[in-house]
């Protein structure tokens, strides 16, 4: 009987060991792939902010437009949070002015450029894309670290 | 080198002599075999059944496994929590070194083939044909993961970046020398006729500016005193200062927007092409200042 058990166990290990192995497969191409999307993206964004700056020239910008330490606070947009199963993602709030959520955009200019309102939406879905790719690589771990304890355990058997 | 895109994302095993062993003397089970196994077959060496049919990779079934994480959980449940790397350092080289590396270039096992014999596997088990599991045969098979191609930098764009940089750092020599060095006095800049020609362009867009006012103030002034009818002689100016006034404004932009660009202008010394004609001022600025 007992031996019929093990026997059992070691199939049913077997399988999850298989099983386990494909889906690290899986998970690393999965993670190749977010990695080459953030890649693309940002660097999307990068040429449409150096275009921006390109077409509104050199001396448009100073730092005097950026938020100093002395003046009015605001709060983030977008922040990252936990969901459930220890992954991320991210969360963002709407702009609302009188509650301190402030658009950065509008920083420089109240028309801010076409290209410059696509580089917010490049940088805004890496952003995504970084937080999947986390979220990815935690649960690629997750199966390295079951492969190694399961091959212990079959090794002991 | 530069660092280029990761173009093919696929994970690649390369085939151990044990897994095409195996595959060959199970040949007579296989009914079927992906395309990209059975080219790895022949091309080392074995033969293939003729009843076995070869199917494409869009036929495979490819998605991701469910894990059973209650069963993991069970059956890792008597192992300390932390495994001892030590263990396992020891452990993996014994394994590599009882399997010699096979050198089989060129050919790779994809994820739908990985899939494939996973099934194939378990129908095998199912059978009692066989008791190999899959993770048996893919531990001896050399995982290559995707990698970035290395690609060097064009020359020519180096030699542009390079010829770029050399102007511009002697621009900027040439712009903190320029008073100076009483030998780069000769520059375009500071002849007579180049400072009149700039200040006439200057007086030529102040001039546009003072006469279109002028013409929405006469607008304003006769115009529609002739167009509507008798205006009182106040009402007349007070139009003739609006209809101005929004000139001058529209007028007044376009016009600080123009001499900024001057002044940008005649910051940044002129770029010298290497034959002008000027020799004398040309051949002293191609010096380069850093030796």
Redesign the interface.
Known sequence: MSKKNTKN?K?????????????M??L??AH??C??DI??TSSDGSILLARTKFQQGG?SLSTAQIPAENSAEFNALCRVKKASDEDISIERHPVDKENGYVEPLYWFSVLPPMSLRSAVDKFKRTIDLIAESANLQRELSR?LD?I??????V?LQ | MLKSTIVDTRVRLRPSKKLLNLLDKQKEHLKELPANLAKILEKNGYSIANSTRIIRDDEIVCKRPQIDVKLLKKLTANLPDVPSSAQEINELPEEEEEEPKQPLTGDFLYLNDLHFLNSTLTELRKNNITNVYLYELIESCELILPENEYKPRNPELEARCQRLRDEQQNREYHKMTKNVDATLKHIPEDTVAYQLKSINKQIIAVAQFIFSVAAGFTFGFFGVNLMVGPLPFGFRILLGVIVALIIALAEMYFLAKKLHEYDEVLDAPKRKTPNSPKASGVQILQKPHVD
């Open positions: 166990e199939s049913a290990a077997g399988e999850l060991l298989d099983s386990l192995y494909l889906d497969f899986h690393i191409e190749t792939q990695r080459i890649e693309r001396q199966v079951g190694n304890r399961l091959r212990q355990t090794a």
